[in-house]
């Protein structure tokens, strides 16, 4: 009675010890990633072009073997900018350790008013890590061209002065430099950090 | 009793290379490669409207590069866009809509009013095809260094270039480029691949688009 009941344990113990198996290391790796933006082929390296940040010069390919994630926003913009920077800090937090391989860049499409230090000031409210650069207009117009990037000064009231229209979609370039993925500005949290994590490797 | 095990373990191994070698052959998807980012801009058009990438986001969007004071090299060009315009209705892109956009890098000459009596002289269907040029600065960033095609004024206001057509999705993404003049009518092989997006546009919703996604990585990431 007690081999009986002790055969019993084994096999159990052996179909759960399968399932976890199965569940955490096979199952993972035989499901596709499905990624919430749309992935790029891409022969095409983000441009070395020098911006200025805080705490110096700073290119977008400065941070080759990490993976960098591209926003493109303003100081006082009012509600797409600080909606977008929050969701990107939720998902480093998702990523937790990882997040020390990915590096996250806003520039600044206003380029009149964002000096600097505002633009630190107000990149690591949302999180310590997160870098905020500038430069003069030809510059910043440039980095926007080649990120698919547009923006338009707009009107605005009196209160806010001019607020500027610009594309929303969050752009990650890979360890190697590459323009990977698109990410859309309705993506969540967990799916950014999901598509964050498929690049990492 | 051994024999049975390889054998048992042997067939999903064949059949897993008999689907895959199935579907590269057969390709019961096809997918446009996702080549590079399309650039950002913002031009004016023949309306003196501004028109930027974000106004034809969602849009399918067939883009040529010319100015109106070219002439018979431009053709081709012409000829192309034009038949393309009229075979828009062999393809279904579902509810997407395709546009064109001819780009002109001689900023000084092309003006809205300009633009606008060269569209009229081609037969451009205004409601399908804009014309736009905009900053010579920013021009040199759109044409040159994001759609990748070279241009050069000459001293007598003369440019050179290479024809090029360019294919891009309403994600922005570059689908197809078009630079090599073979004997083949590059408008064949346009109105073609228009009906391979139109076809990934209308189906790839849900389960299909896993299906879609796998074609892309099977047939476009090697």
Request: charged share 20%; glycine share 8%.
């Amino acid at each position: 009675m007690n081999r009986m009941w002790k055969r019993i344990a084994l096999v159990l113990g052996i179909i759960l010890v399968g399932v976890v198996v199965a569940r955490f290391f096979i199952l993972p790796r035989l499901q596709p990633h499905i990624f919430g933006g749309a992935v790029i082929q891409s022969n095409q390296q983000a441009p070395r072009t020098e911006m200025i940040s805080a705490d110096g010069p700073v290119s977008v390919r400065d941070f080759q073997g990490e993976v960098v994630v591209v926003y493109f926003g303003y100081t006082f913009c009012p509600d797409v900018c600080p909606a977008t920077l929050s969701k990107l800090a939720d998902s480093m937090a998702i990523l937790g350790d990882r997040a020390d391989e990915v590096q996250i860049i806003m520039v600044s499409v206003d380029p009149a008013r964002d000096t600097p230090e505002m633009l630190k000031e107000y990149v690591t409210h949302f999180h310590p890590d997160f870098i905020g650069v500038t430069g003069d207009e030809a510059t910043v117009n440039r980095v926007a061209t080649l990120f698919g990037v547009v923006y338009e000064v707009a009107e605005g009231t009196e209160a806010t002065g001019y607020t500027i229209d610009h594309t929303s979609t969050v752009i990650l370039v890979d360890r190697e430099g590459y323009l990977k993925l698109v990410l859309p500005f309705e993506g969540s949290a967990e799916q950014i950090a999901g598509d964050i994590e498929y690049f990492l490797g | 009793m051994r024999k049975k095990w390889i054998i048992r373990s042997v067939i999903p191994v064949v059949l897993l290379f008999i689907a895959v070698g199935a579907f590269v052959v057969f390709e019961p998807i096809q997918v446009l490669p996702r080549i590079r980012i399309s650039p950002g801009y913002l031009l004016v058009n023949q309306d003196a409207e501004t028109v930027t990438s974000e106004d034809v986001r969602g849009d399918i969007v067939l883009y040529s590069f010319t100015y109106s004071g070219c002439g018979e090299e431009c053709i081709d060009i012409h000829n192309t866009m034009m038949e393309v315009q009229s075979r828009l209705g062999e393809v279904d892109t579902g509810d997407v809509d395709v546009r064109f956009m001819t780009i002109s890098f001689d900023a000084e000459t092309d003006t809205p009013e300009v633009l606008g009596e060269y569209a009229a002289r081609l037969g451009a269907d205004p409601d399908v095809w804009q014309f736009a040029t905009g900053d010579a600065v920013h021009l040199e960033n759109v044409v040159k260094a994001g759609f990748e095609v070279y241009y050069q004024e000459h001293a007598d206001g003369d440019f050179s270039f290479a024809p090029v057509f360019i294919l891009v999705d309403g994600w922005g993404v570059i689908r197809g480029e078009y630079r090599y003049q073979t004997n083949a009518s590059d408008a064949d092989k346009i109105v073609r691949h228009l009906d391979v997006l139109g076809e990934e546009v209308r189906n790839s919703h849900g389960a299909a688009s896993l299906a879609y996604e796998a074609a892309h990585f099977f047939l476009c990431y090697p």
